[in-house]
């Protein structure tokens, strides 16, 4: 029995260490509601926020309703709550930077520009972000649409996105004093790269969302008889001597067996040459992975005769000669 007392002790100590310190986020659309415990937090009453990072654009205030409540999911603990409604449309709350002026809860004073992550997090976060492209591998504009997206996340016109191979901030159109500012839609400029990464739209990157370059495609492919060379037309190709890391990127496979990497003669974004010889017209399985993302297409190498002869005429049967390459099949060299 005493050991069970001890149990619901520290279960109960946990409750209250886990509610005494930091702050509970409850925030709807539309409505801001902040908790927090009162004796070590600084509690936001207002928040001013500019459209630059500097500090030097003043912009919009967001005046707080504060409150006590007695919260029954801990044990009816007292809170400090504030309250903020939205007034106006989505369109209108945007901005860089972020300051307030907040309750100091040790000294019960009030203390003005203060600037913390806990300011940020008594804002609204982004709602029905949609990503109505993906950029392309040799680098491209993408549009974001959303609410809420660019509110108190440090500078409006930097985004940035995140892999095993990239970390790197991109370009958000628009300008800070720029009156017809739309925050619910973003034109945003990648540079070249591959596979899948995160995207934030914050510097603190808490608001951050899984997206990929595009895929790989093959529109078309040529086989070259001469040197060998099978030439791939395409689209979101990407060289593999790029990357941070300076690994193999590019996989190409053929009828399931991997080409070496000397075989891939040259690579652009466009346009693929690959070194690959065949005596054979047959069909190949063309697959290239470019790190997670991958595309195949199947291709028919055809015969190509070159010339032929007969000492046949239309009185007595005879041979016809035929030269050229690729003229067999495995299957016909086979029943020879």
């Known amino acids: ?54 500090l030097k654009i003043p912009y919009l205030n967001l005046n707080f309703t504060w409150s006590k409540f007695s919260d029954p999911e801990f044990h009816n603990y007292i809170f400090d709550r504030i309250t903020y409604v939205a007034t106006m449309d989505s369109k209108k709350y945007y901005g860089s930077a972020a300051s307030a002026c907040v309750l100091d809860g040790t000294t019960n004073k009030t203390e003005c520009g203060f600037q913390a992550y806990s300011i940020k997090r008594c804002l609204f976060p982004p709602y029905n972000v949609t990503f109505l492209n993906k950029p392309p591998t040799k680098g491209g504009v993408i549009n974001v649409t959303g609410e809420f997206m660019r509110l108190g996340i440090n500078d409006l016109k930097v985004a940035l996105f995140k892999s095993k191979d990239f970390y790197q901030n991109v370009t958000v159109a628009g300008e800070y004093d720029d009156p017809n500012y739309n925050p619910n839609f973003l034109s945003i400029t990648f540079p070249p790269g591959y596979g899948k990464f995160k995207f934030c739209l914050d510097s603190d990157e808490q608001n951050c969302y899984d997206l990929s370059f595009q895929s790989p495609l093959i529109s078309s492919v040529y086989y070259n008889t001469t040197n060998n060379h099978l030439t791939i037309k395409g689209d979101n190709f ?37 070194s690959y010889s065949s005596i054979y017209t047959q069909e190949l399985n063309i697959s290239i992975n470019i790190d997670s993302l991958y595309t195949n297409n199947t291709i028919q190498i055809p015969p190509y005769p070159a010339s032929y002869s007969t000492n ?14 690729q003229l067999l099949s495995r299957k016909d060299q086979n029943d020879l």
């Open 238 to 274: 990407y060289n593999s001597k790029y990357g941070v890391r300076e690994r193999t990127i590019v996989y190409v496979y053929i009828n399931g067996s991997s080409l070496k990497e000397s075989d891939i003669t040259s690579i652009g974004y466009e346009e693929m040459v690959l």
């Open 312 to 325: 046949a005429t239309k009185y007595n049967e005879g041979i016809v000669e035929i030269t050229g390459t």
């Open 1 to 54: 029995m005493f050991k069970d007392k001890n149990k619901i002790v520290i279960l109960v100590f946990l409750i209250h260490l886990s509610i005494c310190f930091g702050y509970h986020v409850k925030t709807s659309y539309g409505k801001i509601v902040v908790d927090f415990t009162g004796l070590y937090d600084r509690v936001p009453l207002n928040i001013t926020i500019y459209k630059d990072p500097y």
